[in-house]
């Protein structure tokens, strides 16, 4: 079982940063390949980047690309999210989550386990 905790949302200026973390219990966290989705107010949720289990292997939805960063400490049972260039499309709750199987971690269906999430709120 693998439990995840979000952290680092907040309010923020269109055009700064954040970076969220995803803190895991659980000993076999590195076993996971991980990802990040979001939820707009009145929208469903979407995919926003994913790494493998080894941090090789990354991917991004094309509306973050070369602004948003995942990496993963595996030691330290953590997933980042370095989120630059901030927009107010931006604004989502982030979510944590969990699969054993890189392959298809874009589909939030087939997600193992997810955190409670954390609110990033971008301002113009």
């Known amino acids: 079982q693998v439990q995840l905790v979000e952290s680092g949302g907040g309010l923020v200026q269109a055009g700064g940063s954040l970076r969220l973390s995803c803190a895991a219990s659980?000993?076999?966290?590195?076993?996971?390949?991980m990802g990040w989705f979001r939820q707009a107010p009145g929208k469903e949720r979407e995919f926003v980047s994913a790494?493998?289990?080894?941090?090789?292997?990354?991917r991004y939805e094309d509306s973050v690309k070369g602004r948003f960063t995942i990496s993963r400490d595996n030691a330290k049972n953590t997933v980042y999210l370095q989120m630059n260039s901030l927009k107010p499309e931006d604004t989502a709750v982030y979510y944590c989550?969990?699969?054993?199987?890189?392959?298809?971690?874009?589909?939030?269906?087939?997600?193992?386990?997810w955190g409670k999430g954390t609110l990033v709120t971008v301002s113009s």
């Open positions: 989550a969990a699969r054993l199987d890189y392959s298809g971690i874009q589909r939030k269906d087939g997600m193992e386990h």
């Open positions: 790494i493998s289990w080894t941090g090789a292997r990354t």
């Open positions: 659980g000993r076999t966290f590195s076993s996971y390949a």
